[in-house]
């Protein structure tokens, strides 16, 4: 299925192919367990290793499960629901173990096992600042960390795996 993910300052839209027609749907973010958080701006998506697409917003991190006609919130993680460091999200990206990194105004969550557990990395653990915002996971397994004042990092492919425990940042 062809689907282009639209994130816009009034939420999620997807705009997809089906039987040579194009149409074009808002997607919900939903909180739990009811949505009272009305700022859905989208900054940042990505799709794992397993098909969700994650969603980093200014109330947020949203994890979605997509079917062919159905696209279902199936986490909302957020330092409001003690899930996540900080409300908003401004940057992610997946490194070669399916690990999610999430770049907040303080500091960098990596969500290990889809989530089963979230590790939380600041600059007394070696990043150049608190505020990411750019993150990118490249082929070769290193993970390059964008500041918004302190330039790039990177934590090399070797040092990645142990980056729920103890990374090293160059």
Do not use: C
């Not at 696209?71 to 003690?82: E, L, P, Q, R």
């Not at 999610?100 to 960098?108: A, C, D, E, Q, S």
């Not at 939380?120 to 290193?142: C, N, R, T, Y």
């Not at 790039?152 to 160059?170: K, L």
Request: aromatic share 10%; proline share 4%; no cysteine.
């Amino acid at each position: 299925q062809k689907n282009i993910w639209i994130g816009t300052g009034n939420g999620l839209y997807r705009m997809r192919e089906k039987e040579d027609k194009i149409s074009f749907e808002k997607i919900p973010l939903r909180t739990e367990p009811a949505d009272t958080l009305p700022d859905k701006f989208v900054n940042a998506m990505v799709s794992d290793y397993k098909g969700n697409l994650w969603v980093g917003t200014y109330n947020g991190l949203f994890r979605l499960t997509v079917a062919p006609d159905a696209v279902t919130t199936t986490g909302w993680f957020s330092v409001i629901n003690n899930r996540l460091s900080d409300r908003v999200v401004h940057s992610l990206t997946v490194d070669r173990n399916d690990d999610l990194w999430v770049g907040g105004k303080f500091g960098l969550d990596i969500l290990v096992n889809n989530a089963e557990r979230t590790v939380f990395l600041k600059p007394q653990d070696g990043m150049a600042s608190e505020l990411v915002s750019a993150l990118f996971a490249a082929s070769d397994g290193d993970v390059w960390i964008g500041y918004n004042d302190k330039g790039v990092q990177v934590v090399r492919a070797e040092h990645v795996q142990a980056a729920n425990r103890n990374p090293v940042f160059e």
